[in-house]
């Protein structure tokens, strides 16, 4: 199973962006798959979360209103759409594979492939 993220790149505050991860391998329309991101220095940390059926979403009380997490099954991809981009949102955004007919939970070991990252640097 491979998870190949791509969309990063440099933006202003205020800003909107969108990554994707595409993934090979597996079939999403069956996983639950989420989003996280780790800053310089930091752990990483949960940023969304999407079920299985892609009817139910969760996400850090930090980009709730702001990112919007979606799957498209047909195309087997992941997208996050990041608006209102702040300085603090820079970090590299990992997408991850979770469980079979899962919610969208939010803890790193229940995630069990990993994307390489994509960088997103919020300039201020």
């Known amino acids: 199973v491979q998870l190949q993220a791509s969309g990063g790149g440099l933006v202003q505050t205020g800003d909107s962006l969108s990554v994707s991860c595409a993934v090979y391998g597996r079939t999403i329309r069956a996983y639950a798959m989420g989003w996280f991101r780790q800053a310089p220095g930091k752990e990483r940390e949960f940023v969304a979360a999407?079920?299985?059926?892609?009817?139910?979403?969760n996400y850090a009380d930090s980009v709730k209103g702001r990112f919007t997490i979606s799957k498209d099954n047909a195309k087997n991809t992941v997208y996050l759409q990041m608006n209102s981009l702040k300085p603090e949102d820079t970090a590299v955004y990992y997408c991850?594979?979770?469980?079979?007919?899962?919610?969208?939970?939010?803890?790193?070991?229940?995630?069990?492939?990993w994307g390489q990252g994509t960088l997103v640097t919020v300039s201020s």
């Open positions: 999407i079920s299985w059926r892609g009817v139910s979403t």
């Open positions: 991850a594979s979770g469980p079979a007919y899962g919610s969208p939970v939010q803890r790193v070991n229940e995630y069990d492939y």
